[in-house]
């Protein structure tokens, strides 16, 4: 399952639809508090989420899952509308995309990370 | 009486007037004593210590442009303005305050007895000096707040602008994705789709536009990159946006080196963008792009109507661009593009330490020249 994780609903929403339509398995979080009370180590495949949020960013969320045993390895791929470098590479993420972003980009992303994770046959719909 | 004397003996009453001044000034208007006052007592005791020193040529002719090197982390005078600015002032009132200040020294000192001895002008000649250097630091720091306070308002709206644009791009592409629909929905679809990016494409040339004039240049950080799948892909996008369009693409020699690609990225679909839009819409769009070991060489040329030497001349300024048309064509009606993107393209290749040039006959059509030379510009990675 890949939990999307942002506090624009239609953004998420959006997301999830079209990777749904791609044959995965979806759910949506609205804040980083919400996706980290929900995501645990077996079902969470991948967690795609925006940076700015409310109350628990993105890389707090991201950290926090890091830190996790349970959920540290878990691929984690960060979206922001900002122009601005506030996510630099080294820190606790696997990838990250510049809103607005093409869906076609956000599929070879995903089954990239995916790809790199050893069970990727449990995320996909049959 | 020499003037160091003067400015410590008599601070309160100097302080008095600057007080009186400075209450003349509307956002300091119920300002306390000590908003007032603020670090004018600073700034003079500083002036009145400098002016016991003995001082070389060298150090005269360097405050008197403000180029005085300061041995304090932050200067009385720059505290000066970040609270000024804290308090609402503007940068010709804080100006104002250092000339209200100038005036009331002097005055008051040349009052308490005439100045006659050539020491006491000498005082008077390195007062003044003085006061430019503290003036200068002030407007540099106010300057610079006001940039950094601009640039951080201008990343915060074009986050703001993106992230809705984000959720609308993701929407139009849920429907194209799903081929079931009727070809109606597909149609309006693909239109929201190609709006958001060309607003995408706007909200991010008017922030490099603005950045860069702002100071900062246009940010570019280089890796090693093979520029010819750069412009290959930009040219894909550009025809698979405008299927109507007809975009050849030919490349040649060593096309791999230390550029931004991104940035690059951004510059080639410009131009090719410029070409869609201006190009004779039945004709062919011919882009190119060489390497040889000095450079690599990118081309793009369109035939459209010829483009008169003044307006060529303005072409990558868009202010100036804007100012040579004649009154009745700078409505809002008549301009139907700023010509950002050209200018971000220039500021795109001189940050690469390239060259951009065009020309225009009847002959060639438009044909836009990137040269990019195959050295490492300074790193500067992205701010805004």
Redesign the interface.
């Known amino acids: 399952m890949i939990m999307i994780v942002d506090d624009?609903v239609?953004?998420a929403e959006?997301?999830s639809?079209?990777l749904e339509?791609?044959g995965f398995e979806v759910e949506v979080a609205a804040s980083g508090s919400e996706a980290l009370s929900r995501i645990d180590g077996h079902t969470t495949e991948l967690v795609i989420s925006d940076c700015?949020m409310p109350n628990m960013n993105g890389l707090e969320l991201s950290k926090a899952l890091k830190a996790e045993p349970s959920t540290a390895t878990l691929p984690i791929l960060l979206?922001?509308?900002?122009?601005?470098?506030e996510v630099a590479p080294g820190l606790s993420y696997d990838s990250f995309l510049?809103?607005?972003?093409?869906?076609e980009t956000l599929l070879l992303e995903v089954r990239r990370l995916l790809d790199n994770t050893s069970s990727n046959e449990t995320y996909l719909k049959v | 009486m020499r003037l160091s004397i003067f400015i410590l003996s008599d601070l309160d009453e100097i302080l008095r007037e600057w007080e009186a001044f400075a209450s003349t000034i509307v956002p300091l208007k119920e300002a306390t004593r000590i908003e007032l006052r603020d670090h004018a007592a600073a700034v003079l005791k500083v002036i009145a210590t400098d002016l016991l020193t003995p001082q070389g040529e060298g150090a005269r002719d360097a405050k008197s442009k403000g180029l005085a090197p300061s041995l304090a982390l932050d200067t009385a005078a720059e505290t000066h303005a970040e609270s000024r600015m804290s308090s609402g002032l503007n940068g010709d009132q804080v100006m104002a305050e250092f000339r209200a200040l100038r005036a009331s020294v002097l005055r008051l000192w040349t009052q308490k007895e005439p100045i006659s001895s050539p020491e006491e002008i000498e005082d008077m000649v390195r007062f003044n000096e003085a006061i430019d250097q503290a003036q200068t630091e002030s407007m540099a720091r106010y300057s610079k707040l006001l940039r950094d306070a601009q640039s951080m308002f201008l990343a915060i709206l074009g986050h703001d602008v993106r992230s809705p644009l984000g959720a609308v791009s993701m929407g139009a592409q849920v429907l194209l994705h799903d081929q079931t629909l009727p070809s109606k929905v597909l149609k309006v679809g693909l239109r929201i789709f190609n709006s958001s990016k060309r607003v995408d494409e706007i909200v991010r040339d008017l922030l490099d536009f603005s950045t860069s004039h702002l100071g900062d240049g246009i940010p570019v950080d280089p890796y090693t990159v093979d520029l010819s799948a750069v412009c290959s892909s930009v040219v894909e996008e550009a025809r698979t946006f405008h299927p109507d369009r007809t975009i050849e693409f030919a490349a040649s020699g060593d096309l791999t080196g230390t550029f931004d690609g991104a940035r690059l990225a951004q510059a080639f679909s410009n131009l090719i963008s410029n070409a869609i839009q201006h190009g004779f819409p039945q004709t062919c769009i011919q882009v190119a792009i060489s390497g040889d070991a000095q450079g690599i060489r990118f081309e793009v040329q369109n035939d459209g109507e010829v483009i008169p030497e003044v307006k060529l001349r303005a072409l990558f300024d868009p202010v100036k661009s804007f100012a040579i048309r004649p009154p009745s064509e700078r409505t809002a009606s008549r301009v139907q593009n700023l010509g950002l993107g050209l200018y971000v393209v220039k500021e795109i290749v001189k940050a690469h330490e390239g060259e951009i040039s065009v020309s225009s006959t009847v002959e060639t059509g438009v044909k836009f020249s990137v040269y990019l030379p195959r050295i490492t510009p300074h790193r500067r990675v992205g701010e805004v």
């Open positions: 624009d239609a953004m959006n997301c639809m079209y339509s791609c700015a979206m922001s509308a900002s122009m601005r470098c510049r809103k607005p972003f093409l869906a």
